[in-house]
Antibody
Framework: QVQFVQSGAEVRRPGASVKISCETSGYTFTDYAIHWARQAPGQRLEWMGWINGGSSITKYSQKLQGRLSITTDTSATTSYMELSNLTSEDTAVYYC?????????WGQGTLVTVSS | SYVLTQPPSVSLAPGNTARISCGGDDIGSKNVHWYQQKPGQAPVLVIFYDTDRPSAIPERFSGSNSGNTATLTVSRVEAGDEADYYCQVWDSYSDHPVFGGGTKLTVL
């Protein structure tokens, strides 16, 4: 059974950074890409970026380029998403998901709250 | 960037058929995927490549795609089908996925 388990909720001050983990199991980690997306309260899903599980090649959305870093630890079959220079607009639930063209499964989500 | 348009809401009584549209320029030439998201939960894939259904998803869920509109159909709607539904395509021009705005399905 493929499982994606994310780290817990985070609260940050504006200007700080946050790093979320996504621990995977049940499949060959290097065979699939992992994507990260977020959903602000009452808003649509927003794609953030992805990483190739085998090569670690990444691609980020233009909007987040420069603030976003997605990495993997192959030995731990875990992906990490780090977002820097946070503002209130980054308050959202963050998701990791497996796939290349479509996404299945998804992690349970991690709430990040940015507040002074 | 490619834009997907969904109606904000669809409401119907149990036992009826829900049809949720996803509009996009020549979307029929793209592969469309659909996700169900219940309150406080992560999205779940219900349809991929326009018409395919993961094994855990009931046969009541089906999809179609032609012209400028893709459609998710939920037959014999049940209370447990209440959720937000999102369509998604891969935008080959920008080389990243695009999501629709989501449709809230309410079972009266």
């Amino acid at each position: 059974q493929v499982q994606f388990v994310q780290s817990g909720a985070e609260v940050r001050r504006p200007g700080a950074s946050v790093k979320i983990s996504c621990e995977t199991s049940g499949y060959t980690f290097t065979d699939y890409a992992i994507h990260w997306a977020r959903q602000a309260p009452g808003q649509r899903l927003e794609w953030m970026g992805w990483i190739n599980g085998g090569s670690s090649i990444t691609k980020y959305s233009q909007k987040l380029q420069g603030r976003l870093s997605i990495t993997t630890d192959t030995s731990a079959t875990t992906s990490y998403m780090e977002l820097s220079n946070l503002t209130s607009e980054d308050t959202a639930v963050y998701y990791c998901a497996r796939g290349r063209i479509y996404f299945d499964p998804w992690g349970q989500g991690t709430l990040v709250t940015v507040s002074s | 960037s490619y834009v997907l348009t969904q109606p904000p809401s669809v409401s119907l009584a149990p036992g009826n058929t829900a049809r949720i549209s996803c509009g996009g320029d020549d979307i029929g030439s793209k592969n469309v995927h659909w996700y169900q998201q219940k309150p406080g939960q992560a999205p779940v894939l219900v349809i991929f490549y326009d018409t395919d259904r993961p094994s855990a998803i009931p046969e009541r869920f089906s999809g179609s795609n032609s012209g400028n509109t893709a459609t998710l159909t939920v037959s014999r709607v049940e209370a447990g089908d209440e959720a937000d539904y999102y369509c998604q395509v891969w935008d080959s021009y920008s080389d990243h996925p695009v999501f629709g705005g989501g449709t809230k399905l309410t079972v009266l």
